[in-house]
Every structure is written in C-alpha cells, then in structure tokens.
C-alpha cells in the first residue's frame, strides 16, 4: 500500500492561513488522497478528499500536485479550534476500495493567539 | 453532517471482566464499521472491519477472541473486551461507512465516533 509522509509539527498564528504538506510519491492511480484531523480526546473528522483536482469546501482546500504525488491541506484562517493532528491517508477506490484507512502519524499543528 | 455515537464514553473496569461497547449511526445505515485503537501519543490503530451480518475481519495481531465484534444491523456494531487486563486500556475508536455514499457523504466517507476510554485496573 501506498504510504504519505508528513512532517510531525507545525505551528501557525490565528487568523493566518496554514499550508500542511503531504508527500505520497508511491501513490497509484486508484488511490484517493483524503484528509482527516483528530481533536485531542475525540474521534477524527473528516476534512475534505481528492483524486485529481483541487478541491474546496467550507473547512479547507485541497491542493494536488500534477503528478500527483504530493498535496497540501490549506486552512485558510487558522482559528484556535484548528489545533489538531492532521493526517493525510490515502484510499483505494473503485473494487480495490475495502474502505480502510491505514493512519500514519500525522501533523500535529498548533495555533497561536 | 453524519453522526456516529459511541457508548460508554468512558468505562473503568476491573482486570478480568468484560467490557462492551457500542457504536451506532444515528442518520445513516452502515454496512461496514470499523474499529480503531489509540494510546496515548499515538496515531490510531486499526484492529477489525465489522460488517453487517458477517464475521469480521481482524488486522494482523489482534486477537479476534480477546476482541468480539457484532454487527447485527446496519446501525449497530459492538466491540466486547474479554477478560480485560490493564494494557487493554486505551481510547477505542469506531467509524462508519456511508452505504449510500452521494452527495452528502463526498464519496465514501467514513465518519467517526467520539471515542471510549477504557481503563482497567
């Protein structure tokens, strides 16, 4: 299976945007990049996921690389609620989908006043 | 947006019983839930895929007699520890898997529930 690497802190200010990077150069055709955070003490959310295109929804965008092998999760206005681990999984889509998310580490990002 | 409920969301057992817990999905039918484990500091683990009427499927090195999953309808799973024993203690994580995944859930979204910490003393 195709694995993400992504760095495991990163720290913003409040009100500014924040750029969490995610490389995935072995991914394959079939895999979709998704975007989770986890809050400490609760179960993840779901934040946003791709294929090909960059993404937007009402929580963040989502930048893909040409070749697909990187992608980076844009907060656009970090608030103190954005202070969470973020991971980046990648899922099989299609018959090869068992809907499996393998999570690896993360980034922890913290937000300052 | 979808909403998976856990229950207990906090348990405190003694070493050798058993412990259960259930995982729900309150505005959506789910055919396949998962569930996760979580030490502290760590990233979640991933230890069974629980479908609907069937047997689940455990990830390699956990004991599917240690931890017994049911999933007796499209909304309900439970994940029971067995004879616990204190390093079962651990925040336990369970998701859903949209059946009709569409417009709202994005395409196969999983969504997850807020977790129960177990401790065994």
């Known amino acids: 299976d195709a694995k993400t690497t992504q760095p495991n802190s990163m720290e913003s200010n409040e009100e500014e945007p924040v750029h969490l990077p995610c490389n995935h150069s072995t991914i394959s055709g079939t895999d979709y990049i998704h975007w989770y955070r986890q809050l400490p003490s609760q179960g993840p959310e779901y934040v946003i996921h791709g294929l090909t295109s960059n993404v937007n929804n009402r929580m963040a965008s989502l930048a893909i690389a040409e070749d697909r092998k990187s992608s980076t999760l844009i907060l656009h206005r970090a608030t103190l609620r954005d202070a969470a681990v973020y991971y980046c999984i990648l899922s099989k889509i299609g018959s090869s989908n068992t809907g499996k998310l393998i999570f690896g580490q993360g980034t922890t990002l913290q937000v300052k006043p | 947006g979808a909403v998976v409920s856990q229950h207990p969301s906090r348990v405190i057992c003694k070493s050798g019983t058993s412990v259960k817990i259930e995982c729900r999905s309150l505005?959506?039918?789910?055919?396949?839930m998962f569930w996760y484990r979580q030490f502290p500091k760590q990233s979640l683990m991933l230890m069974a895929t629980?479908?609907?009427?069937?047997?689940?499927?455990?990830e390699q090195g956990v004991e599917k007699d240690k931890f017994l999953i049911n999933h007796a309808s499209l909304t309900l799973s439970t994940l029971t520890v067995t004879s616990a024993h204190p390093e079962d203690s651990s925040f336990y994580i369970c998701?859903?898997?949209?059946?009709?995944?569409?417009?709202?859930?994005?395409?196969?979204?999983?969504?997850f529930g807020p977790g129960t910490r177990l401790t065994v003393l």
């Open positions: 998701s859903a898997r949209d059946v009709l995944a569409g417009p709202r859930s994005s395409t196969d979204t999983q969504y």
């Open positions: 629980s479908n609907e009427g069937s047997k689940a499927t455990y």
């Open positions: 505005d959506f039918q789910a055919t396949t």
